[in-house]
């Protein structure tokens, strides 16, 4: 009954900050200032670091330590995300302004969908104890991929769901303010800002694929997995304008974020043979990460900016109609 009152709790906690942060960065016809982004980001970092402590008195010590290893990792691997939305909102042409309201309704989508991973995921180690060496060699293997593929490549026009969604659904070539469908005529068609919200929707899929199984190697307690999860997407709308000028000086996050996939594996994999201790596993993730981010922004601190950024507006896109 207390674990019942606990995600009760829990969930209308997550619906308040997200109601929060649409009211500050979801909605507006304006971008997000490069302070505002700095502030707002430092404070929704600290809330989920400070849910730490709430961590601590539900569940203990050890609980807290897992959370916050897998709020690092969560956190960590939202960035690279992050630079995967920033060039899709360049396909598609979508205005700075406009961009906060696809990431916000994105954060709320994954949200929801990773909870259903999550659970699904518990389920299956739960019925199937095996389950764990199949998430520890799937993690291995992204690694691997990923340090040999640093290089994000995305082609939108091959993605099938956005194929089929312009097979069914009317769009518009041109942008209606920040309105995700408009009237034409009789009939209802979409703006291109859906196909950017279904693109980011989809990708946040593939992008769970990767970090759920990455959380169950530092705790199997569910209500930790997802919360840690949860607290890890509030804010990414302020952290996403704070990096948009940025993001190709974290050259190498992704070979980072490959050692701390490889790692957690390897944990996975080893986990009947030897135990590490959670304090072990948080610091071996932080010291990583925080490595490869330092070393990326000493190696490109003269870089110049990068032309098309996502702070400035880019260049239209051809958006193709139903």
Known sequence: MNDVWTWAIFGVIVVAMLAFDLAMFG??????GFRTALIWSVVWTAIGVAFMGVVWALRGGDAANEYLAGFVIEKSLSIDNLFVFALLFGYFAVPT???RRVIFWGIVGAVLLRGVFIFAGAALLDAFSWMIYVFGGFLVLTAVRMARHGDVEIH????PVLRLMRKVVPMTSEYHGERF?????ARRVATPL????VLVATFDVVFAVDSIPAIFAVTEDTFVVYAANAMSLLGLTALYFLLAGM???FRYLSIGLAVVLGFVGVKMLLSDVYHLPIYVSLSVIVLVLTTAIVASLWVSRNDPPTPGSPTSEPEPQPVATA
């Open 97 to 99: 302004a406009l961009q």
């Open 194 to 197: 859906v196909a950017a919200f």
């Open 156 to 159: 939108p026009e091959q993605n």
């Open 27 to 32: 909605r507006g016809g304006r971008a997000i």
């Open 247 to 249: 993001m190709e000086r």
């Open 181 to 185: 469908f408009i009237r034409e005529g």
